[in-house]
């Protein structure tokens, strides 16, 4: 597991965030770090950590969207997304994470990496810039990008397609950055990647899957161009060992917060947004993908079920009839899906909260009305950091007697990794590619490799959890495995093989990033009306509860209205309050109460 640099260098931190340069820089004192000393080793693992938090952040509110995950809170950021009527609070974070806490740094430590000849930080700080921008395209569509780093408190806007391009040039850039031979003198690599330990290679194959992606993302668009894609995927990841993840620990000592949000340093970003506390809840949508149970599925589990879902722990009294004895075995039952696309439960104030008394060993709910005595079958994703309760590595989620509330889920723990660039999304992605061309033969074995390739992703993974007793973090029976990939939930021959069925496997291994709002956006959702590819992702539809309020901001009256979907995030507070007028220029619609069903520059068709 990667070592974490941040207690130590938590010190420098202070020297980046919201820094501005020192006009006078004479007697500079070492031993009080500025902006002017601060070395490229010490700046780089803060940019990646916000750069991660603001990913993490906008993947969450994204899964809200996409319907992976609901709230059983009606109010506030988390609340108001899977009723698609936005609040304006949603915005913030991604913004604040990315240009405050890692952007605000990308000038000094690209000018210290210059000065100390360090070319493979230059490479790192330019291919986490192209990173945090193009996420700022995917999140706002516009956005102050040529200027966004200079002196101006009111930076002009660029277009979408001007930031995108601009993020391949900075791709091109690094590259050539990290093709150079640093000198002996230069920090090396490995005294500040948190991502690959160094690994310069490791971070060329990042870059070229990030081409893919990026590539990929412009399906709509009159220069989509599938070999560009390919040759990018055959120079991004070819094993899952190539990928870039980012390896999370919870330790009981993780105490020291991030200045900007107080959260610990070390846990996953998905966690730090989403599980934190109970309030989330997977949807019926999400798990009949897992069950194969939509409409079409073949009711084929699919063994990664009890591990992309959390159970609770249910105890069954037994008394002996001689003695009155009571002694207790205990189940782990599995979540059900809540059902916010055919059923209001939210409007009845549903799903309610879970109780669990300690002596009765039983759960309860805190709504008295009848409809809701049933959702003790709903599992929160809740999980333990040391600032919340843990005193070991283990982050499982208990009561005081030790009765497990919720085993979490793969990617929603503390010590979850986060998925950067891997593997089985090249798979994937060239599946959809070949597919789209009419090579059917060649995409199925693309996307058979990515099935498998994220179950062994994540066994690997779960087979570093020795010793816990969390059967959600137990590893997958191979045989199960095996007999998943031959059976009716895949494809099994190119006739079989549709891009509903590449896009559903892909949904599943992305769970809980950002890409599966822009492929969703991408296939307008479940319109059905991309090329002849029919439905992609079968059963979805705006939630059940969908207003009159929210019909304001959302406001297309059929599934092939562009309108009807919902498309981008509206601008944040800060710029409302302190650009408003270079906001208003970057698009028509900017201050339009419907701006979040407005596409973004790669979502529009040519």
Known sequence: MKKFLYIALLGTLLIGIGSCKDYLDVNVNPDYPTNVVASASSRLPWIQHHYGYSYGAASVRASLITGTITSRTFTGTNGTLPAWNPAISASTTPYQQWFVGS??????????????????????????????????????????????????????????????????????????????????????LSAGDNWNGGDVQKWIKLIYGLKARWLNNISKKADYDPAAILDAISKAPQSNAEGTVIDHVNDPADLTGDVLFGDPLKTAFIFDSGAWSDWARFTQWYVDLLENTFTGGSGVEDPRT???????????????EQSGDVTYSSQFI?????????????????????????????????STAADRQGDTVYVNIKALCAMTGATSEESTYKASDGTVLSTGTFYSRPESPTDIIT?????????????????????????????????????????????????????????????FMTSAAVAQTASELTMAKIMQQ??????????????????????????????VYPGYDRPK??????????????????????????????????????????????????????????????
């Open 103 to 188: 952007a605000a740094n990308l000038n000094d430590i690209m000018a210290k990496a210059e000065e100390e000849e360090a070319w493979h930080y230059l490479g790192a700080a330019h291919t986490l810039k192209a990173m945090g921008f193009m996420l700022m395209v995917d999140w706002y569509g516009e956005m102050p990008y040529t200027d966004a780093l200079g002196s101006s408190l009111t930076p002009v806007y660029d277009d979408g397609k001007t930031i995108y391009e601009g993020c391949f040039a900075e791709l091109d850039k690094a590259l050539e950055y990290f093709q150079m031979t640093q000198p002996a003198t230069a920090s090396p």
């Open 306 to 320: 009890d591990k992309m879902l959390p159970s609770a722990q249910h105890w069954i009294a037994q008394k002996d």
């Open 334 to 366: 599995r979540t059900k899906g809540v059902d916010v696309i055919n059923s209001n439960i939210r409007l009845q104030n549903g799903p309610s909260f879970v109780n669990y008394d300690t002596e009765k060993k039983a759960y309860s709910v805190s």
């Open 423 to 483: 593997f089985h999304e090249m798979c994937f992605i060239k599946a959809e590619v070949l597919f789209r061309q009419g090579k059917a033969g060649e995409a199925l074995t693309a996307y058979q490799a990515g099935i498998r390739a994220h179950m062994e992703y994540m066994n690997d993974k779960l087979k570093e959890y020795t010793g816990s007793e969390n059967p959600g973090k137990q590893p997958m029976d191979e045989a199960a495995i095996d007999a």
């Open 506 to 535: 892909k949904f599943i291994a992305m769970s809980f990033t950002q890409q599966n709002w822009n492929d969703m956006r991408r296939f307008n959702f479940s319109a059905g009306n991309i090329g002849s590819f029919g439905v």
């Open 545 to 606: 509860e969908f207003g009159s309020v929210a019909a304001t901001k959302i406001p297309g009256g059929s599934k092939t209205d562009v309108n009807y979907w919902f498309r981008r995030m509206a601008q944040c507070s800060h710029e409302v309050n302190y650009n408003s007028d270079n906001l208003a220029a970057s698009n028509p619609k900017a201050f339009d109460t419907d701006i979040w069903s407005v596409p973004v520059w790669w979502d529009t068709e040519d």
